[in-house]
């Protein structure tokens, strides 16, 4: 990774401070830091004992493991050590170290799918590897090569592709995490630092199943995210209202909203299919509530990597709960969406969005 000119690099430096969805391509995070590891470089360990593998249809989302796990140092008097996979493991770490007291961490969510060829695909990855960046450099944590990280990653899941389910209702989650292990309790940019990713066979992310409605809770006393904050840095909730023609809308992205991989793709979809109007907007509970009084709101659903697409069918909002109309209407939308996307994923339609890992 070649160092930008001074100049360059304070101005990348500014701009991460705008936030994650700023496109921070700089150092940003560490100016020691020029170099990268390789995958070339990477060193596997293979496990001695493996685990069975679980039933598909009883996997509770996040309590299995593989057998494997990524990791990589990174210090500033040495810089990127060789990434290593290795056996699953615990970690070791100081009590002073930064990510347990000041948050110095951020971690991403994509998937690995065992299409219907048998063909192990990942999703849309490159999206993830830049908002992980993105996320690095505005937590004050190194660079380092999307790419080869990548890369690394597609070596990871090739080692653990058996735990990549035989399955098109159950998938592979891999979560890339990166922490500060910085051992004081001082509060600075970390000296030390650890990127390591896990991968867990997942099913459906709510207990309900993987497409029935859920409820939400909004509370005005408390905020999540905020302008100038990181609520940018890793829930996206869109809502299909129609007045005087059909519109699809979602918040913008203004530094509070994530940048979800699958929100940007059924924003994608939508535009490409050209049949209603699509829109990045604000949307406030009032704005919402009167809608719903209108008989304007045909359907809402919530989107990420976990859930994939989730409809909504009941909001408490000041004690009241304000019913959305979603599965009375299908839910025509959401399920198109959803159909498709899991079309793409499982590979029963060919794109450009997936990556063959084997």
């Not at 304070?10 to 995070?29: I, K, V």
């Not at 509770?60 to 493991?89: A, C, R, Y």
Request: net charge negative; aromatic share 10%.
């Amino acid at each position: 990774m070649a160092s930008p000119p001074p100049a360059a690099a304070a101005l990348a430096r500014q701009d991460c401070n705008n936030g994650c969805s700023a496109e921070c391509t700089g150092e940003g995070g560490s100016k020691e830091v020029v170099e990268t590891f390789k995958a070339k470089d990477l060193i596997i360990t293979p496990a001695t004992v493996l685990k069975e593998k679980p039933d598909p249809n009883t996997l509770v989302f996040g309590t299995v493991f593989t057998d494997h796990m990524l990791t990589v140092e990174w210090s500033s008097e040495f810089g990127w050590e060789k990434p290593h996979i290795k056996p699953l493991q615990n970690l070791s770490l100081h009590p002073g170290s930064s990510a347990f007291h000041y948050a110095v961490e951020l971690f991403e969510g994509l998937k690995a799918f065992r299409g219907v060829d048998n063909k192990i695909r990942l999703f849309r990855p490159s999206l993830n590897m830049d908002r992980m960046y993105r996320s690095a450099m505005r937590a004050t944590l190194p660079a380092f090569d999307k790419e080869e990280l990548l890369e690394c990653m597609q070596q990871l899941v090739k080692l653990d592709q058996e735990w990549v389910p035989y399955s098109t209702c159950a998938s592979l989650y891999i979560r890339p995490t990166f922490i500060g292990t910085e051992p004081s309790l001082g509060v600075k940019k970390p000296t030390k630092a650890l990127l390591f990713v896990i991968l867990s066979p997942v099913g459906p992310y709510f207990s309900s199943g993987s497409f029935n409605p859920v409820s939400l809770w909004a509370n005005p006393k408390y905020v999540r995210a905020w302008k100038g904050g990181t609520g940018d840095c890793k829930m996206g909730g869109f809502s299909f209202l129609g007045a005087r023609e059909e519109e699809l809308a979602t918040p913008p992205l203004d530094g509070i909203i994530l940048p979800g991989v699958t929100r940007q793709s059924i924003l994608d979809l939508a535009h490409k299919w050209g049949e209603f109007k699509v829109s990045e907007r604000y949307l406030t509970m009032d704005d919402l509530n009167t809608a719903v009084e209108e008989n304007r709101v045909r359907e809402m659903f919530g989107s990420g990597t976990a859930c994939v697409v989730c409809p909504v069918s009941n909001i408490l909002y000041k004690g009241e709960t304000i019913h959305i109309p979603t599965m009375e209407n299908g839910p025509k939308l959401a399920s198109r969406i959803l159909d498709k996307l899991t079309d793409i994923q499982y590979g029963r339609e060919e794109s450009d969005w997936t990556i063959t890992v084997s």
